[in-house]
């Protein structure tokens, strides 16, 4: 079993960025596939990026492709994303995910293991 934590939330312009972090404990980080999800007020949890264990392979929504970037650092057992020309419509509690699946990784349902959020807000 694996503890997540996110870290890096804030408020910030439209245009700038924000590099959230997410913190495991318990677990090797390295065990779980990783995602990183956000959800609006009123609105489903959607997915935005994932990695794979080794950091070889990511996938991203097409909203926030090219501009976000997920990484991750297994000896720090953490996960990144970094977020660059933030829209208001990236506003939204950010979440980072686990899986041990090795199949399909990009619904909420394929993630076993949550953390609580954090809250990103992008004026215009």
């Known amino acids: 079993q694996v503890q997540l934590v996110e870290y890096g939330g804030g408020v910030v312009q439209a245009g700038g960025s924000l590099r959230l972090s997410c913190a495991a404990s318990?677990?090797?980080?390295?065990?779980?596939?990783m995602g990183w999800f956000r959800q609006a007020p009123g609105k489903e949890r959607e997915f935005v990026a994932r990695i794979t264990r080794s950091g070889g392979s990511t996938y991203y929504a097409d909203s926030v492709k090219g501009r976000f970037t997920i990484s991750r650092d297994n000896a720090k057992n953490t996960v990144y994303l970094q977020m660059n020309s933030l829209k208001p419509e990236d506003t939204a509690v950010y979440l980072c995910a686990a899986t041990v699946s090795y199949r399909v990784q990009l619904r909420v349902e394929d993630y076993d293991y949550w953390g609580q959020g954090t809250q990103v807000t992008v004026s215009s």
């Open positions: 318990g677990r090797t980080v390295s065990s779980y596939a």
